[in-house]
């Protein structure tokens, strides 16, 4: 099992940044991958980034691409997104994902290819 557990949401001005982060604990030496989803109340929950835990690839929703970045910190066992230029569309509860098995690259979007999920973060952001 892996426990992850978000911190760093909150209220900003559209223009600023929050950085989010996901603490990952537990069988975390079988994770391949982790994700950052968001979620707004009535729609489906939507891909943002995604980054490979060995060697660091990372992957991008359109619509957050020149203006997040996923990063992690392996000896900490954590990964961030740094979302800068937030604009009011950006407003969601994000939610931390861990994947456990080796995926291709259209897979990271998609829900079914993570195993475990934080509890999530909200993410306000006022125009």
């Known amino acids: 099992q892996v426990q992850l557990v978000e911190s760093g949401g909150g209220l900003v001005q559209a223009g600023g940044s929050l950085r989010l982060s996901c603490a990952a604990s537990?069988?975390?030496?079988?994770?391949?991958?982790m994700g950052w989803f968001r979620q707004v109340s009535g729609k489906e929950r939507e891909f943002v980034a995604g980054?490979?835990?060995?060697?660091?690839?990372?992957y991008y929703a359109d619509s957050v691409k020149g203006r997040f970045t996923i990063s992690r910190d392996i000896a900490k066992n954590t990964v961030y997104l740094q979302m800068n230029s937030l604009k009011p569309e950006d407003t969601a509860v994000y939610f931390c994902?861990?994947?456990?098995?080796?995926?291709?690259?259209?897979?990271?979007?998609?829900?079914?290819?993570?195993?475990?999920w934080g509890q999530g973060t909200q993410v306000t952001v006022s125009s």
């Open positions: 994902a861990a994947a456990s098995t080796w995926m291709y690259d259209s897979r990271w979007s998609n829900n079914n290819a993570y195993d475990y």
């Open positions: 537990g069988r975390t030496f079988s994770t391949y991958g």
């Open positions: 980054i490979r835990w060995s060697g660091g690839s990372t």
